[in-house]
């Protein structure tokens, strides 16, 4: 599913936060609630604004949490690479 509005707004705040017009706290608090995957990911991964301004449907994987932590932690000593696998 993708939300146009939510993926607008997440572009625009990530726009804001890197030129430096909006806070941190800000640019958290206005995150737009949606169920379109690919704002929760840009959000907890990273911002990309070209994805958010495309119609292409989400299709990275989802990769828990845990996995991730064990793998930045143990600088990939520990848990599964995601860019890997597949």
Same mark, same amino acid.
């Given at each position: 599913?993708?939300? *146009?509005?939510? *993926? =607008?707004? !997440?572009?625009? !705040?990530? &726009?804001? !936060?890197? @030129?430096?017009?909006?806070? /941190?706290?800000? #640019?958290?608090?206005?995150?737009?609630?949606?169920?379109?995957? @690919?704002? =929760?990911? %840009? #959000? #907890? /991964?990273?911002?990309?604004?070209?994805?958010?301004?495309? =119609?292409?449907?989400?299709?990275? $994987?989802? %990769? $828990?949490?845990?996995? &991730?932590?064990?793998? @930045? %932690?143990?600088?990939?000593? !520990?848990?599964?690479?995601?860019?890997?696998?597949?």
């Amino acid at each position: 599913m993708i939300d *146009r509005s939510a *993926r =607008n707004k !997440l572009a625009e !705040l990530l &726009r804001s !936060l890197a @030129a430096g017009l909006i806070s /941190n706290d800000e #640019f958290e608090d206005t995150m737009p609630k949606s169920k379109d995957k @690919a704002i =929760n990911e %840009v #959000f #907890f /991964n990273g911002g990309w604004v070209l994805f958010l301004k495309s =119609n292409y449907e989400y299709s990275w $994987p989802n %990769v $828990p949490f845990l996995q &991730r932590t064990l793998h @930045a %932690v143990t600088f990939g000593l !520990l848990g599964t690479s995601w860019a890997s696998s597949g």
